[in-house]
Antibody, heavy 123, light 111 residues
Framework: QVQLVQSGAEVKKPGASVKVSCKASGYTFTRYGISWVRQAPGQGLEWMGWISADTGNTNYAQNFQGRVTMTTDTSTTTAYMELRSLRSDDTAMYYC????????????????WGQGTLVTVSS | QSALTQPASVSGSPGQSLTISCTGTSSDVGSYDLVSWYQQHPGKAPRLMIYAVSTRPSGVSNRFSGSKSGNTASLTISVLQAEDEADYYCCSYAGHRTPVVFGGGTKLTVL
């Protein structure tokens, strides 16, 4: 069965960076992409960006451009999301979700999700 | 502020039907038949309930249905059950530059 298993909770200080992993199994990793979505406490969902597991092509939401980097390691079928220059309002649950392999079919249709990684930014 | 507008809360009694609306613009909901709906129980990851406006993934109850008219998409839940109590989010394709936008979410309470 398809599974996305994320790394554990993180506590970071303002200005630091965090790197969250998302280990995929149960499907051919390179036939899909991964989108990252975050959810601040008590708030709604916010799409952060997408990466093709096949080509490594990325597209980041405007709000995160310059601060986020998404990568994949096909040898371990793992996707990563690194967010830099953390602020207190980056405190959120971060989710990875299976997405389309091509940028041209990314449309918000995420059929499998990771369990989430809580990132807390506090001094 | 979310790109798509949903009511903050809705409620209904078991056995009833209810509809959650999701209003966008001609740049997103109105232009593409690419609206998805997610259900999220407290402390859990979102679950895909509807995609491409009205398509149910395998395993989703046929009590859930989706539709769209103009700039507004809707999720209808028939024969409401206690287990349907959750937050619901709509999501739409919004063009090549920012392809994914979400609604602010609707808390469904089963009375």
């Amino acid at each position: 069965q398809v599974q996305l298993v994320q790394s554990g909770a993180e506590v970071k200080k303002p200005g630091a960076s965090v790197k969250v992993s998302c280990k995929a199994s149960g499907y051919t990793f390179t036939r899909y992409g991964i989108s990252w979505v975050r959810q601040a406490p008590g708030q709604g969902l916010e799409w952060m960006g997408w990466i093709s597991a096949d080509t490594g092509n990325t597209n980041y939401a405007q709000n995160f451009q310059g601060r986020v980097t998404m990568t994949t390691d096909t040898s371990t079928t793992t996707a990563y999301m690194e967010l830099r220059s953390l602020r207190s309002d980056d405190t959120a649950m971060y989710y990875c979700a299976r997405d389309c392999s091509s940028w041209f079919c990314v449309d918000g249709h995420f059929d499998y999700w990771g369990q989430g990684t809580l990132v807390t930014v506090s001094s | 502020q979310s790109a798509l507008t949903q009511p903050a809360s809705v409620s209904g009694s078991p056995g009833q039907s209810l509809t959650i609306s999701c209003t966008g613009t001609s740049s997103d909901v109105g232009s593409y038949d690419l609206v998805s709906w997610y259900q999220q129980h407290p402390g859990k990851a979102p679950r895909l309930m509807i995609y491409a406006v009205s398509t149910r993934p395998s395993g989703v109850s046929n009590r859930f249905s989706g539709s769209k008219s103009g700039n507004t998409a809707s999720l209808t839940i028939s024969v409401l059950q206690a287990e349907d109590e959750a937050d619901y989010y709509c999501c739409s394709y919004a063009g090549h530059r920012t392809p994914v936008v979400f609604g602010g979410g609707t808390k469904l309470t089963v009375l």
